[in-house]
């Protein structure tokens, strides 16, 4: 369900580009295709400084900078510390937000057929159907321990804070 990072962080670049829809297309045309946009991410995650990313992408420093701060920032709300991608194959389904201080969940299905989100029928999860989603699609009955990896979960979203 869910790839490596790589394409993970390309399926964030085109959600970004979905999020912003334009159907007249005005406005400054984005300086970074979806894919270079990945590229950049990756290269800042290796350590790469955000001046050499600039010259490799002939773009400003400051044109990385909003990239980066765009794909790290992806909630003006700053309780939302974790996006989940839920994949089927190489399709994105449903992109969900998680805010574990308040334990709200918030959603956005990119798929039509119902089976194939991430809570079916349901519009706005609560976080009962969070969990029961964790258990059901993401880990396995057999595998002990949701609580304790919703709790490092916790621990690990406090830590971002």
């Not at 991410?41 to 980066?68: C, D, M, P, W």
């Not at 057929?113 to 989603?133: H, M, Q, T, Y």
Request: a positive charge; glycine letters at 4%.
């Amino acid at each position: 369900m869910f790839r490596n990072y790589r394409y993970e962080l390309r399926e964030l670049a085109k959600t970004l580009k979905i999020s912003n829809s334009n159907p007249r297309n005005a406005g400054r045309k984005a300086q970074l295709t979806p894919d270079q946009t990945v590229e950049v991410l990756e290269l800042h995650r290796k350590g790469i400084g955000n001046t050499e990313i600039a010259k490799q992408f002939g773009v400003s420093r400051q044109t990385i900078y909003k990239y980066i701060y765009n794909a790290e920032h992806f909630s003006a709300n700053p309780d939302f510390t974790m996006r989940m991608n839920f994949m089927n194959g190489q399709q994105l389904c449903t992109v969900i937000d998680i805010d574990f201080k308040h334990e709200v969940v918030r959603m956005k299905n990119y798929i039509d057929r119902i089976p194939l989100r991430a809570f079916g029928v349901v519009e706005n999860p609560s976080w009962a159907d969070f969990e029961e989603f964790l258990k059901e699609r993401c880990l396995s009955a057999s595998r002990a321990g949701l609580k304790a990896f919703s709790e490092r979960w916790m621990f690990l979203s406090m830590i971002r804070c």
